[in-house]
């Protein structure tokens, strides 16, 4: 699972081409070397991980997509044994290497993943309303199809900022009725004949709303959240860690995170009842956006947020749910019609 896109650019227009966003920031910030073992959370098509070969370091490669390792191979092969490949959630990057130089997460979609109409992530092509990274578990059309309408509002709202989210969702309620929602096009087209193309608006009407299905579908923000906690765990002193968001809620939780732990959270308002105790890790510069070159070369990079810090010697930290300001979403258990 590999970002570098922005949701508005992937729903429509013609296919994605993958070019690693931030790429020369991240390599600053990173500072992989010969010798060095380096962790790529989010491998999806090798941008990064390819700059980070040709610097000398070795890498351990995740991605909880099967189509990603696959295609990742080839450059394995080629790695004289500097690259290991994982399939797995990044949230578990901790159980796979550890004492590391580095950590990067490029937060998000693939190109890769968006160019395969199959894959059900994008509307500009017709296919089954699917978005599962993993390729397991719940759907986009399991979601769509048996949750409450409540419910429904609620991820559109929160996960896609979609101000017609409650339209949207009694529309969707009563449309399955008659029949269920199965393809990428039929969703988008209801959701279109719904709230219609506001003349400022520059994306297509169902874009939040399928942005919205996806970040829920693969626990998005909970796995950020927790690839964060791992990273603390997986990091030897020194070592960095390096993330690219391209949405506001996953800014916020990087954000957060770093601001935690690179600060006493002696009063802090996430945990004050803690006592004072040292830095996890150190702050390294500001957040960091795409150049004017670069999003002219790339427009995808327009929404690109990367935030980095380096870690301590300090021992990893217990950590309160309150710290990361998730969204409280329906549960999978309890939200399904009966």
């Keep these: 699972m590999m970002a570098g896109h922005g949701e508005d650019d992937l729903a429509v227009g013609g296919p994605a081409r993958h070019i690693p966003v931030l790429l020369a920031e991240v390599l600053e910030a990173l500072r992989p070397e010969i ?12 941008g990064y991980t390819k700059a980070i070969l040709a610097s000398g370091a070795s890498v351990v490669a995740i991605d909880r997509d099967p189509d990603a390792i696959r295609d990742g191979r080839v450059l394995a ?10 399939q797995a959630p990044f949230s578990s990057l901790d159980e ?13 979609i693939s190109s890769m993943q968006v160019d395969q109409a199959e894959r059900g992530f994008s509307f500009r092509a017709d296919g ?34 979609e101000k017609h989210a409650g339209r949207i969702a009694r529309m969707i309620e009563r449309r399955r009725a008659e029949r269920p929602f199965e393809r990428t096009t039929d969703l988008a087209k209801a959701v279109a004949d719904l709230v219609g193309f506001p003349p400022r608006e520059k994306i297509h009407p169902a874009t939040r709303v399928f942005q919205a299905l996806r970040i ?24 960095r860690l390096v993330v690219v968001t ?3 809620l996953e800014d916020r939780i990087v954000k957060r995170f770093i601001a935690d732990r690179s600060t006493d959270p002696a009063g802090s308002r996430h945990l004050p009842q803690r006592q004072a105790v040292v830095s996890t890790f150190d702050k390294l510069g500001g957040v960091v956006s795409a150049s004017e ?37 329906p549960d999978i258990r309890s939200s399904t019609e009966k």
């Design 216 to 239: 829920y579908v693969n626990d998005e923000l909970g796995e950020l959240a927790r690839a964060l906690v791992a990273a603390e765990r997986a990091l030897k002193p020194r070592g």
């Design 246 to 248: 391209f949405h506001s």
């Design 35 to 46: 010798g060095q073992v380096m962790i790529d959370g989010t491998f999806g098509a090798g």
């Design 128 to 161: 089954p309303l699917d978005m599962r990274m993993a390729q397991a578990g719940l759907s986009a059309a399991d979601v769509v199809n048996r949750f409450k309408a409540a419910d429904l509002t609620r991820i559109f709202g929160l996960l896609g900022e």
């Design 96 to 108: 796979h290497a550890e004492q590391v130089d580095g950590v990067v997460l490029d937060i998000g």
């Design 293 to 329: 070159a670069e999003i002219s070369a790339n427009p995808r990079a327009r929404s690109a947020k990367l935030r980095a810090a380096v870690r301590t010697e300090a021992p990893p930290r217990a950590v309160d749910p309150a710290l990361f300001g998730l969204p409280k979403l």
């Design 77 to 86: 092969a080629a790695s004289e044994g500097r690259l290991t490949l994982v």
